[in-house]
């Protein structure tokens, strides 16, 4: 039983916090908010201590969950890595590369885990997509691309300010852009357009960026608040084939010279032990699979059981940091930028496990 501490009780503490406090190796010892009337609902909600000073949960837990805003994190963590805390912090790892740096140092003292919330490697079509063209069935990487438009207001939230945020690039879109770093690898360069669209904004909200990556191939990603209409589209052809996921969540597929197919994603993504992929029952559910997918709170803790390093781990987090940083630089400039002192992170593919995907991303 791994004790665990929920620290920052918004909208995702509070989602984070259920699900924890569900699962049969996890035990929540307490939820922490600076503002009472955060933690002291989620508290009573799920039944454990609440309080508004993180520190007192400290000696209590093994772990510690960190759902609080990138401008307030920096202490959080190197407190809690001092304290020798397994540490999950949601996305992104911070709004500088002095505290993402400061804050992974902390984390190797003290031999802890350090993990971040990039939710999309866990959720399909996108972990499809990315296991197929890692596997060599798609041939090497041509292009690949993601649009993500969630019509929203930010303008009464910390995200509405360019300086908390990060703007919809950061905070939205560090999602789709470390999905496509997982794909494709470092960026070489970028280019990228920002744009505020509503005059009661205080960032960007909507972007678009073309990124060429160290191994070859180019990738777009285009993220909105501002699009007026919802929209989702992601693919990826390479040199032997192609995935596309269209409108209707649909994942069209075809290799070489083969037929054009529609594929069954929770049969793909199902196996069993000998590796069988699942196969679709007369009453439509998925037979002979021991063994599914793992949600992103499981990997974290079995990355703690069983001593594994944490897919993605917070050098991944500041990976995709260091590109959003460039791509900001581009914006203002408007020139392509070279994306400087970014190292390949080894990106082992995720085990198969018994588990159903994470969906609903909000951003």
């Known amino acids: 039983m791994i004790k665990t501490a929920v620290i920052g009780c918004g909208g995702m503490g509070n989602h984070h916090a259920r699900v924890l406090a569900q699962m049969a190796n996890v035990k929540v010892v ?8 955060k933690a002291r ?32 994190r920096l202490a959080v963590v190197t407190d809690a890595a001092a ?12 709004r500088d590369l002095r505290e993402a740096d400061a804050m992974i140092a902390a ?5 802890v885990k350090y993990m971040l919330g990039y939710v999309l490697r866990f959720t399909n079509p996108y972990r499809l997509l990315r296991d197929t063209l890692a596997a060599g069935e798609l041939g090497e990487l041509v292009s690949c691309w993601t649009r993500r438009f969630m019509p929203i207001d930010m303008s009464t939230l910390w995200y509405g300010w ?10 939205f879109g560090s999602h789709d852009l470390d999905w496509l770093l997982w794909l494709g690898g470092p960026a070489r360069t970028v280019f990228t357009q920002t744009f505020r669209v ?9 972007a678009q960026t073309v990124i060429v990556f160290e191994r070859g191939g180019i990738a777009t990603c285009e993220v909105s608040w501002s699009s007026y209409l919802s929209e989702s589209s992601v693919g990826v052809v390479g040199t032997r084939g192609a995935m596309i996921v269209g409108l209707d969540g649909k994942v069209r597929k075809r290799v070489g010279d083969g037929k054009e197919t529609v594929v069954d994603v929770e049969s793909a993504m199902a196996v069993d032990p000998a590796g069988n992929v699942g196969q679709r029952a007369a009453a439509g559910g998925i037979e002979t699979v021991a063994a599914r997918n793992e949600t992103i709170q499981q990997h974290f803790f079995r990355c703690i059981e069983e001593d594994l390093d944490p897919i993605p781990s917070a050098a991944e987090g500041r990976q995709v940091l260091a590109t959003v940083l460039a791509m900001h630089k581009s914006a203002r400039t408007g020139r392509s930028v070279v994306v400087a002192g970014i190292k390949e992170v080894a990106c082992r593919p995720l085990p198969r496990r018994a588990a159903r995907a994470v969906s609903g991303v909000r951003g």
């Open 198 to 206: 509503r005059p009661t904004m205080h960032a960007d909200e909507h």
């Open 41 to 72: 609902p989620l508290g009573e909600a799920i039944g454990v201590p609440w309080c508004v000073d993180y520190r007192t949960l400290l000696e209590r837990a093994d772990a510690v969950w960190i759902c609080t805003e990138p401008f307030n």
């Open 30 to 37: 307490g939820v922490c908010d600076p503002i009472e009337a």
């Open 83 to 94: 304290a020798g805390k397994h540490i999950f912090t949601e996305k992104p790892i911070a």
């Open 162 to 171: 360019q300086e908390k945020s990060g703007g919809v690039l950061l905070d």
């Open 107 to 111: 984390a190797a003292r003290a031999r």
